[in-house]
């Protein structure tokens, strides 16, 4: 395949950032999406200029350190999966393709298509855990959750907070990511404890890091690689407004 491809090409967060075209020859329909920009990489290096910036890691839909806008849709146009799980296959001879980095303020681009997404670490930080002090290994059936619920924290917990949701929402809200790692805890047992003040402070870190308000488009659901229900956002919302009207103390 031969591609044309268009990349976002930004020297860091202050400098103004354009699309500069490469050709992509010879691209097997075999490789990876990251594999085919590595190859690219590797004749902008042979020839001295600067390789194209962009994060990955584990290249096996874990991580979520992938994070490419292609073709408008974050994560390029198959359902539920990562840039990393997306072929060349999914492309044909002669396309061209655009390439962006995800468009959030909260989201600030570091260099070309890296973003700096330390905003959702913040916000794990200020409330995604639960503080008890667990002690040796308990047995795995000493706290009875029923197969629905534990099925239902499980999907949650899949979120692995690339921000496709983000990068999907015309409003830049990250309420199906912050939402996902509230569920994932208030569904079960040990999540009780700190429920709502975990979502509180999730909630009001979220609002400082400058994410946009849900207007129930859908669109971070759409796009999500792991198909996190909105759900979570109703669930969320639910547990916010419960701890604001009659768990102030907590
Ligand atoms: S590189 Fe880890 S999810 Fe894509």
């Known amino acids: 395949m031969n591609l044309t491809l268009k990349v976002w090409r930004q020297k860091n967060a202050e400098a103004k950032g354009e699309l500069v075209s490469y050709q992509a020859d010879h691209v097997s329909p075999d490789m990876s999406f990251l594999e085919m920009l590595d190859v690219v990489n590797?004749?902008?290096?042979?020839?001295?200029d600067d390789p194209i910036h962009f994060d990955h890691d584990c290249r096996e839909g874990i991580c979520g350190s992938c994070s490419l806008h292609i073709n408008g849709r974050p994560h390029g146009p198959k359902q539920g999966i990562t840039t990393c799980q997306l072929h060349m296959r999914s492309f044909n001879d002669k396309d061209t393709i655009v390439i962006e980095p995800w468009r959030a303020e909260g989201f600030p681009v570091i260099k070309d298509l890296a973003t700096d997404r330390s905003a959702f670490d913040r916000i794990q930080?200020?409330?995604?855990?639960?503080?008890?002090?667990?002690?040796?290994?308990?047995?795995?059936?000493?706290?009875p959750i029923p197969k629905v619920i534990a099925?239902?924290?499980?999907?949650?917990?899949?979120?692995?907070?690339?921000?496709?949701?983000?990068?999907?929402?015309?409003?830049?809200?990250?309420?199906?990511?912050?939402?996902?790692?509230v569920s994932q805890l208030a569904?079960?047992?040990?999540?009780?404890?700190?429920?709502?003040?975990?979502?509180?402070?999730?909630?009001?870190?979220?609002?400082a890091e400058g994410f946009g308000s849900?207007?129930?488009?859908?669109?971070?659901?759409?796009?999500?690689?792991k198909e996190i229900s909105i759900t979570n956002i109703a669930r969320m919302n639910r547990d916010y407004f419960t701890a604001k009207l009659f768990k102030s103390e907590e």
Request: glycine fraction near 12%.
């Open 187 to 207: 569904l079960l047992p040990q999540g009780q404890p700190e429920r709502y003040r975990r979502v509180q402070a999730m909630v009001a870190q979220m609002d």
């Open 42 to 48: 590797e004749g902008l290096i042979k020839k001295g």
């Open 125 to 143: 930080a200020a409330g995604g855990f639960i503080s008890v002090n667990t002690g040796g290994v308990p047995d795995a059936n000493v706290i």
């Open 151 to 181: 099925d239902e924290a499980f999907n949650s917990a899949t979120c692995i907070g690339c921000g496709a949701c983000v990068a999907a929402c015309k409003n830049a809200s990250a309420m199906l990511f912050v939402s996902a790692k």
């Open 214 to 225: 849900c207007t129930n488009t859908g669109a971070c659901e759409a796009e999500c690689p």
